[in-house]
């Protein structure tokens, strides 16, 4: 099955700076991939997504670039806000089936 | 509109209890999944439905975990005979059939 890593596990960044999240995958199949932001004792919302066929995607301060060559995918938040603090999941989807990897713990600092 | 719904949003029991953990998916959504979600990690996936047919089960870690979606909508998850390994947050998610998947709440459910 497929197999995601996600580094790194904590992430602490200054209030403006830009922060970057990355994460691998294993099988070749998986043509879907989302980033969840969830927020403590909240539900996984999605913050954005892209697919197979697209290389980069941006929306307003977020961005997220796809290398399907290297199986690798990246979340770039740029100016961050304390309120971008969160735990961050990538998944990877083949076939309708999201894996997840095990999260980024983001703290903005003010 | 209404998102996915869990309910209770807290449960505790006792080892060797069962529990029935609930989930309204969002209106017309055909896909249905279940994950457990450990402290400190990322959702895991349990089972899956569309509509009332269970097309893969195969995250459920024993057989004391049960699923079922009798009318396509509304799903349970039960849990017979509760060990402390079972304590996680339970999140429910819907899709179209199309991702992306839109996730409820969640249960968490400690065992005591």
């Known amino acids: 099955g497929e197999n995601v890593e996600q580094h790194p596990s904590t992430l602490s960044v200054q209030e403006g700076d830009s922060a970057v999240i990355k994460c691998t995958y294993s099988d070749s199949a998986s043509n879907y991939f989302p980033w969840y932001k969830q927020e403590l004792g909240k539900r996984p919302q999605l913050i954005i997504d892209?697919?197979?066929?697209?290389g980069e995607k941006k929306d307003q301060r977020i961005a997220v670039t796809l290398n399907k060559t290297a199986k690798h995918f990246s979340l770039h938040i740029t100016e961050t806000q304390p309120e971008d603090s969160a735990v961050y999941f990538c998944?990877?989807?083949?076939?309708?089936?999201?894996?997840f990897g095990t999260g980024t713990s983001l703290t903005v600092i003010p | 509109g209404a998102g996915v719904s869990q309910s209770p949003r807290y449960k505790v029991a006792k080892r060797g209890q069962d529990v029935a953990l609930r989930c309204d998916p969002i209106s017309g959504h055909v896909s249905l999944f279940w994950y457990q979600q450990a402290l400190g990690q990322g959702p895991e996936f349990l089972t899956y439905?569309?509509?009332?047919?269970?097309?893969?089960k195969s995250g459920l870690p024993s057989d004391r975990f049960f699923a079922e979606r009798p009318e396509g909508s509304v799903s349970t998850l039960k849990i017979q005979r509760t060990q402390q390994e079972d304590s996680a947050v339970y999140l429910c998610?819907?899709?179209?059939?199309?991702?992306?998947?839109?996730f409820g709440d969640g249960t968490r459910l400690s065992i005591l």
């Open positions: 998944a990877a989807v083949p076939e309708g089936q999201f894996y």
């Open positions: 892209i697919r197979s066929n697209v």
């Open positions: 998610a819907s899709s179209d059939g199309r991702q992306p998947q839109h």
């Open positions: 439905f569309q509509n009332e047919a269970q097309l893969d």
